[in-house]
Nanobody, 117 residues
């Protein structure tokens, strides 16, 4: 069973940056053919899509983060990243990593990001 572990969250001031990481267990060959994504959930709100990156490194972003966030992957290390720049208070949420391959849908435990002065 694949497991995902997020890291890199924390407290940052508005306008600041953070880089989240997500480490996936299992084989590198399998990881390389999956679609990886980042989602977030703010208090009292539903989980929302942030970004995905396919096995061919094609990316897709939510309008709310376009131009500020960048998703990337390192297949040699089974890692996916979310570089977050120009952070706003409304970016405050628990950020979750997702792995998708066919019917397989795996979530990490989440990492808290708080944007506040």
């Amino acid at each position: 069973q694949v497991q995902l572990v997020e890291s890199g969250g924390g407290l940052v001031q508005p306008g600041g940056s953070l880089r989240l990481s997500c480490a996936a267990s299992g084989s590198r060959s399998f990881f390389s053919i999956t679609t990886m994504g980042w989602y977030r959930q703010a208090p009292g709100k539903q989980r929302e899509f942030i970004a995905t990156i396919t096995s061919s490194s094609s990316t897709n972003y939510a309008d709310s983060v376009k131009g500020r966030f960048t998703i990337s992957r390192d297949n040699a290390k089974n890692l996916v990243y979310l570089q977050m720049n120009s952070l706003k208070p409304e970016d405050t949420a628990v950020y979750y990593c997702n792995l998708n391959f066919g019917r397989l849908d795996v979530w990490g435990q989440g990492t808290q990001v708080t944007v506040s002065s």
